[in-house]
Every structure is written in C-alpha cells, then in structure tokens.
C-alpha cells in the first residue's frame, strides 16, 4: 500500500490529473467534459515535465564541467538526490516517508478545510521532498516509527498548508486575482528575497515593459533571449574546462558545438514547458473549483514553479541571471564556513532563481527583479553550507543536508534545534499553538493569507 502512495504523491501528473478528476465529477460535469478535463490536465502536465526534463538534461553536464574549468572541489546540493538515496537504502525511512505523504495530505486538507488557510498544496515532487527529509530526521534523531509517522505527518500537513499562505499577496500582485497559489518549498527564501527586493524598486517599472531599441528588439523574444544567455554561459563555461575534459561529455562533437547545442537546447526546454503551463492552467483552475466549492470550499490549489513563468518571463530571464551572479557570491561566502562549498545550481538557479525574479519584479520593478534574483542566489549557497552538518548517514550514502529548498533546510534546523535542547514535545506543542493563534488572528480574513501586502 505504502508503495501505491509514494508512486501516487510523487507523480505530480496522475496527482493532478485525480484532482481534475474529483473536481469535474463534484461539478457534476458531463462525461465528456470530465474525460477532455482529466487527460488535458494530465497532458498540459506531462508537457510542462517535458520541457524541465530538456532544461535538466542539457544542464546535468554543467556542474562538472564549470568545477574543472574554475577549480572548485565542492558538492552539487540535489535534493530529490538526497532523498531518493535514503528511501532505496533505508526500509524505515521508505516506509515512514509514504506514510507522511499520505497522512500528511489528508492533515492539508482537513486544515484548509477548518481554517481560514485554503491552500491545496499538489507540487508532488516537494511533498515527497519534505515528507522524505522528515522521515530522515526522526530516524537520526532516534524517533521511534510510530512517532515519526504521527508527528511527521502533522507538520508535513501544516506546513505545506502555511507555505502558500506567505505567498499569497505576491502571488495576487503578480496574477491580478487569486485563483492559484505558489505551492514550494522555496517559498521563504524566493518571498524573502522580493520583499528585499520590493524596499529598493519602482512596481510602475515592470521589466514586461522594458524598451529597448529597434535593432536589438530581438531580445523582447523570449526565445531569444533565453538562447543569448544561455549558449554565452555554456560558452564561457566549456572554454574554461577546455576540449579535453569537455569530451567526456561530448564524445567526438565539437566542444564548442556541444555548448552551443546545449544552452539552445535549453532554450527549447523553457519554450515547451511555458506551453504545457499554458496549457495545464487552462484546465487545473476552473476542475480545482469543484474541490473548493464542495470539499474545501474557497481552496485554492498551489502549484509549481513553473506556474509563475508566462506573467512575467523576461523577469524569469533576469532573476536567473542574478540569481546564478548570487550563487557565485554565496559560493565566496561559504569558503570560510569550512564545511562544504556548494557548486552554483544552475537548474535551482533558473526554476526557484527566476521565481524570485518574478515576484521581486512585481512588488518591486525591473530593480526588485534583479535583486530579490541576486538576494535568492546567496540564499541558494549559503545556507547549504552553514546547515550541511545537521544529519548525515555516511553509512548510506548520504554525508549531509544538501538541501537546496530553503524551507527544508528551516523545518530540519528547526527540529535538531528542539531536540538539541531537550523539548521535542514543547516544540510540537509551540508549533500546534503558533498555527492556532495565526487561524484565529485571520479567521474572519476573506484571503487567509499569513503575510497581509505591505
């Protein structure tokens, strides 16, 4: 059983599609409707993948290759990585991690449904990350299974529930309504990060409306632009490394035609998954209105990063960049820590990178874009190295946290420190108490969100 909940949770595609599902039939949508609705949903979904797969498989090669042309030792923070390594490894934790998943679902939605926080979190892949680093934790800590279930579960569920919540007024600045919801575990870094953002821009001065002139009006394409940025880093980047080692990767091509195929090749994978976004979204809002009107009613469904790129996608070029120039700030910074240096996360860069960069550019303008982008890249580092001792099990294959997801990396520092002191219980009990005075304090609140916009 356990097996059919972590293959279910963690496959966003058929989660999303049963969510699609449950939301027609409870419209009572004719048969039709509710197949064309469920498969599209599916469909627009599995695009969308297609098009982070390309991104992800034309960026794997690049970590290795930018540590042998700059001479940095270090680890590539991945989290499914992390994970996913424990799971195969260790039965208790494969087991406790299906069980959060599943239990942890069912407290969201019973919060959503007796609170005012109406948040559906159905980003897959982060509620399998955080069930399987809660999972992890406990069995560290010496957490007894039943314990690791139970408590594991209450806050995969209140977490995943309060996280939307935070992203709430930036996630209307940026849509104009407030249909959807941001649903990831990097929301503390990416709204933290436009918020620093928002204290030194201009919100009238969007990057969408950037002009340019008419000889370079080439780069208002997005395709464009993504293709300039992207084959000048693979450039840079192979040259550094040179042809010898670049071969590894490239086999009898041309190092330099590799890099220019693999930065246009990136650029094809943003094209085909802002249309499977387009696509998805026109399918997932209006089904989710049968769960909020019936199951959990006024629920807004969060959902991936990828959601946020059609509003505002040369604001997602220009927190990438900056968020990539932070990752090599941060990467400075973690030097001196003396525990581990992480290598620049080009993919975490682009995704949670250029998320940043939207929102920053909604609350505050082509400035707010470039530095909430520049802020999140320092968050992507820093913390990875400044956290990276707190769990580790050598014996499996895994010497630390090499979170990327700033939440994850908060919830785990969160719960070392409560049994470092000696009051796990008291650290529940604080939690369950915090979470119920913020339900009271927004109760009568129509939008349920835990940060009101400034």
């Not at 991104?55 to 290759?65: E, K, S, T």
């Not at 998943?101 to 892949?125: C, E, M, Q, S, W």
């Not at 082509?366 to 190295?385: C, D, E, K, Q």
Request: with cysteine; charged share 15%; hydrophobic share 55%.
């Amino acid at each position: 059983m356990y097996d059919f909940l972590t293959e279910l949770f963690s496959t966003p595609s058929i989660l999303l599609g049963v969510v699609a599902l449950i939301g027609l039939i409870v419209q009572r949508k004719r048969v039709e409707n509710i197949v064309e609705g469920t498969f599209k949903t599916i469909l627009g979904f599995l695009i969308l993948s297609a098009g982070s797969d390309l991104i992800a498989d034309n960026l794997a090669p690049f970590a290795d290759i930018f540590v042998e042309g700059f001479g940095i030792e270090g680890v590539v923070p991945f989290d499914e990585a992390v994970v996913g390594a424990l799971s195969d490894q260790v039965a208790t934790i494969a087991r406790t991690t299906a069980l959060i998943l599943g239990f942890g679902f069912l407290v969201n939605v019973l919060i959503a449904r007796i609170t005012p926080f109406k948040y559906i979190f159905l980003t897959g892949h982060m509620m399998w990350i955080l069930a399987g680093g809660l999972s992890w934790a406990f069995y560290d800590l010496g957490v007894s299974e039943m314990n690791t279930i139970i408590f594991g579960s209450f806050l995969q569920g209140s977490i995943l529930t309060l996280l939307p919540a935070i992203a709430q007024p930036a996630m209307r600045k940026l849509t104009g309504e407030d249909k959807i919801a941001y649903g990831h575990l990097t929301t503390l870094g990416v709204i933290a990060s436009a918020y620093i953002g928002k204290l030194c821009g201009n919100p009238e001065k969007s990057t969408e409306d950037f002009d340019v002139p008419e000889r370079l009006s080439f780069i208002k394409d997005t395709a464009i632009a993504v293709s300039l940025v992207m084959v000048a880093v693979y450039l840079v980047t192979v040259i550094a490394a040179g042809p010898e080692f670049v071969a590894e990767f490239a086999g009898d091509q041309h190092y330099l035609i590799f890099g220019l195929l693999r930065g246009l090749g990136f650029a094809a994978g943003v094209l085909v998954l802002l249309y499977g976004v387009r696509m998805f979204l026109a399918e997932i809002v209006p089904a989710f209105r049968g769960i909020a009107l019936k199951l959990v009613p006024g629920a807004r469904p969060a959902l991936d990063v990828p959601v946020l790129f059609a509003y505002a996608p040369k604001a997602l070029m220009i927190g990438f960049i900056f968020a990539f120039l932070g990752t090599l700030v941060g990467l400075a910074i973690s030097i001196p820590i003396g525990t581990v240096i992480p290598v620049p996360a080009i993919i975490g860069a682009f995704f949670t990178g250029g998320a940043a960069g939207i929102f920053g550019n909604a609350l505050g303008g082509r400035r707010g874009a470039m530095i909430a982008g520049f802020v999140y890249g320092i968050l992507l580092s820093v913390p990875v190295a400044l956290f990276y001792p707190l769990y580790e099990l050598v014996d499996y294959g895994v010497e630390g946290l090499a979170y990327l997801v700033s939440d994850g990396i908060a919830a785990l520092s969160l719960m070392r420190l409560f049994f470092a002191i000696g009051v796990p219980i008291l650290g529940l009990i604080l939690f369950i108490a915090g979470l119920i005075g913020v339900s009271i304090r927004f109760r009568g609140a129509k939008k349920g969100d835990l940060l009101e916009e400034q």
